[in-house]
């Protein structure tokens, strides 16, 4: 089982730049597309990034408002995956989780669907203040 714990979350400033890590003390996620979305109060879950298993190419791929500004990368010897954050405005503000696709995948599909996923972590906030 992929177990996910997020850390990284703070309040910071605009413009400041912030990096949230995903560890998975589980069964290792190396084979598996891995991401992260984001949840604002009072909205629904949105994909921020993702990353295809690096043996399978390592294709990364990003929300719109995002693409310029973070940076997903995954460590497959530290078992974690970590969203680098530049740039940050106030619209970032949101609780940030990672997640886990165990299921069949396919590396030229783009896995944006939070039900997509099958695990998640409990989830990392981030404030951005203006």
């Known amino acids: 089982q992929v177990q996910l714990v997020e850390s990284g979350g703070g309040l910071v400033k605009s413009g400041d730049s912030l990096r949230l890590s995903c560890a998975n003390s589980?069964?290792?996620?190396?084979?598996?597309?891995v991401a992260w979305f984001r949840q604002a109060p009072g909205e629904e879950r949105e994909f921020v990034a993702a990353?295809?298993?690096?043996?399978?190419?390592?294709?990364?791929y990003y929300e719109d408002s995002v693409k310029d500004r973070f940076t997903i990368s995954r460590d497959n010897d530290k078992n974690r995956v970590y969203l680098q954050m530049k740039s940050l405005k106030p619209e970032d503000t949101a609780v940030y989780y990672c997640?886990?696709?165990?299921?069949?995948?396919?590396?030229?599909?783009?896995?944006?669907?939070?039900?997509?996923?099958?695990?998640w972590g409990q989830g990392t906030r981030v404030t951005v203040s203006s």
């Open positions: 997640a886990a696709k165990k299921t069949l995948y396919s590396s030229n599909v783009e896995y944006k669907g939070w039900n997509e996923y099958d695990d």
């Open positions: 589980g069964r290792t996620f190396v084979g598996y597309p």
């Open positions: 990353q295809n298993p690096t043996a399978a190419g390592g294709r990364r």
